[in-house]
């Protein structure tokens, strides 16, 4: 795919205050867009590499259903395009499958990880059908999408701040016609890395092992909405904000935790929505 490009910042935040200093992290914005990609390819929503020899996860706890419900896949993405991503050793491949169903009142998907290795997949599985509409949220099955991964700089999200630096900040952004919530501090959208985009308060997991756990990946219903796309929609275009199709909760996010001590534990999701 071309490559997608995202505004530079506006304002230059870290000159004006240097309560930033030492702030700034790099976050992967993925950029999914309509497209097909393949199986030996990065996608959002897209065919996974899956070794024959392996059953494809299912998930038996959904409302209302007699027969277990088949995984879908959300994204999957290899090393030489995403190097960021915490591979644990010997690995080169990324997957995360969620179960589309609700379970019970809880509105969040059911997430399954794993991580690959490329050349150690022999013969592949064919990939199942996803699930009928009727059997699923279908807001939690994403469209078929290719990713272009750009690395940005980002400031941590207004809840991570003390309440005077935010305010103080918040107050010079919209002073000068912009909003550090918006457009100054952490990118919207499915990203790799970097600060989560926090819609409630931060809520980083702690590991068994005592470590804060560091975020992965979020997975967000939308790449922008009717404030931030002035900041976060590509130059040029504010077409594929909606490209992945998904609405989690109302207009959530699920935001993957790794710990950094513990590479081969499972990452931990956290649902929020507003
Ligand atoms: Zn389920
Ligand atoms: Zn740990």
Redesign the pocket.
Known sequence: MGSIVTPPPPLAVEDVFSEFAGQSKTTVRLHPRRAYPGVRESSLGGLLLWPAEEAWPE????DDHDEP?VLVAVLQIFARDVPELPFPNGTDVFQLLW?P?L?DEDCRP?PVVRWRAEASIGELLDNPEPPDDEDVEDNHVPNICGLSPERVRELPYPWELDADLRDRVEAWAKERGWSYFAHLSAASGTKVGGWPQWIQDPEYPVCHCGTTMTHLITVASGEWDGESWRRWSPEGTVDGGEAAGLCLGDGGSNYFFTCPRCPNDPPVMVFQCS
Not at 59 to 62: E, S, V, Y
């Open positions: 998930c038996a706890a959904g419900i179960c169903a379970h059911r």
